[in-house]
């Protein structure tokens, strides 16, 4: 099977539940700022700006974590969550196994199973629990401006690329939007092959 990008902030709930059905795919990770990347594609965060959209996807995200077999439980504390820190922390870590250990728990803490995410140590802490190797060094990394400067030109990148939301998906040059476009993204993968 083809290799697949995957472009998502931990703020979307949409890409926790893309990221539940990965299982085996060889993903290279791309976190990035989801509204940063709107401002600069000119979209709006529809399910925030209007109550009727939200009040919907509430509902229908219970849908897809019970078609899933996922928990769905929003972290009570998501308004004073930074979601850049959590972009930064995951961007201090080389992409490849650990990275993608690092946004399972950082998903999983957001929407799943919800976890302590305020502040760099309690990420750190996560993240060490879920065998991030060297994720107490990240304590004093992540808030640094090496690593916001890394995130801002991963915002470029991903607006350069097309993105204009999370979760996006790219098989090669063919680029998916959303959760429900996983089976067109499986068939590209196997077209790829």
């Known amino acids: 099977m083809a290799a697949v990008e995957f472009h998502f902030d931990y703020r979307s709930p949409y890409s926790y539940l893309a990221m539940t059905q990965t299982g085996d795919i060889d993903l290279t990770l791309h976190p990035f700022d989801v509204i940063d990347v709107m401002k600069r594609v000119g ?66 803490a957001m929407w799943g199973e919800p976890a302590p995410l305020g502040s760099p140590a309690e990420i750190a802490a996560l993240l060490t629990s879920a065998g991030v190797a060297g994720a107490a060094a990240l304590t004093d990394l992540m808030d640094g401006a090496a690593l916001e400067a890394l995130l801002d030109a991963a915002d470029a990148a991903a607006a350069d690329r097309g993105v204009f939301g999370s979760p996006t998906f790219f098989v090669g040059t063919e680029m998916f939007f959303g959760n429900d476009r996983l089976e067109f993204m499986r068939d590209a993968m196997g077209a790829a092959a």
């Open 43 to 108: 979209n709006t965060p529809t399910t925030i700006t209007c109550k009727v959209k939200g009040a919907y996807a509430s509902v229908d995200l219970g849908r897809w974590a019970r078609r899933y077999g996922v928990p769905m439980s929003p972290n009570p504390k998501m308004r004073e969550i930074d979601g850049r820190r959590l972009l930064r922390a995951t961007l201090a870590i080389p992409d490849g196994p650990e990275r993608r250990k690092a946004a399972t728990a950082l998903f999983s």
